[in-house]
């Protein structure tokens, strides 16, 4: 018979191993309602800050 001890290392190994999120299936993912406004948002914030970068280093202060 196991112990307390040894049954919730059982356990916590059990836990580890369980997967959180599990990966959609290719052929029936559609994108969520507002994908595009996120990925137009992240979209826009990278090339503003590469041009903000850009620009600072062609016309330095």
Same mark, same amino acid.
């Given at each position: 018979? %196991?112990?307390?001890? $040894?049954? +919730?290392?059982?356990? %916590?190994?059990? /836990?580890?191993?369980?997967?959180?999120?599990? *990966?959609?299936? $290719?052929?029936? !993912?559609?994108?969520?309602? +507002?994908? #595009? !406004? /996120?990925?137009? *948002? /992240?979209? *826009?914030? #990278?090339?503003?800050?590469? !041009?903000? #970068?850009?620009?600072?280093?062609?016309?330095?202060?």
């Amino acid at each position: 018979m %196991a112990s307390n001890d $040894e049954e +919730g290392m059982m356990s %916590a190994e059990l /836990i580890e191993e369980t997967q959180l999120l599990q *990966a959609p299936r $290719e052929d029936d !993912w559609k994108p969520p309602r +507002g994908f #595009v !406004w /996120i990925e137009l *948002a /992240i979209f *826009a914030d #990278v090339f503003s800050m590469n !041009w903000t #970068v850009r620009s600072q280093l062609l016309h330095p202060p």
